[in-house]
């Protein structure tokens, strides 16, 4: 059974940094694309950021662009997300999420497999 697996939130004061990972198991970790999605309370699911996994080539959100780095470790089945310059905005659980096949950037399309979320809470 496919598992994604998130660690690595917490809280934090405006302007730190936190770094999340994802542990993915059960299922070909080749997929064509994993990616990062928030929900703020009040709030619907967003998109964060995407990594193309054969390319490498990223998207993020206007709103992370320049703070937020997604990376990913092959080796290690392990995607990441480094969040610099952190914003009381950006709280809100973080998911990560697999696209087996296929995905369009900017929506959840082709993202069949979601972790539990991990919380991220930053504070003014």
């Known amino acids: 059974e496919a598992q994604l697996v998130e660690s690595g939130g917490g809280s934090v004061q405006a302007g730190g940094s936190l770094r999340l990972s994802c542990a993915g198991s059960g299922y070909t970790y080749s997929t064509a694309c994993m990616g990062w999605f928030r929900q703020a309370p009040g709030k619907e699911r967003e998109g964060v950021a995407i990594?193309?996994?054969?390319?490498?080539?990223?998207y993020y959100a206007d709103s992370v662009k320049g703070r937020f780095t997604i990376s990913q470790d092959n080796a290690r089945k392990t995607l990441y997300l480094q969040m610099n310059t952190l914003k009381p905005e950006d709280t809100a659980i973080y998911f990560c999420?697999?696209?087996?096949?296929?995905?369009?950037?900017?929506?959840?399309?082709?993202?069949?497999?979601w972790g539990q979320g991990t919380q991220v809470t930053v504070s003014s």
């Open positions: 990594i193309y996994t054969t390319t490498g080539s990223t």
């Open positions: 999420a697999a696209a087996p096949r296929w995905c369009v950037a900017g929506t959840f399309a082709g993202f069949d497999y």
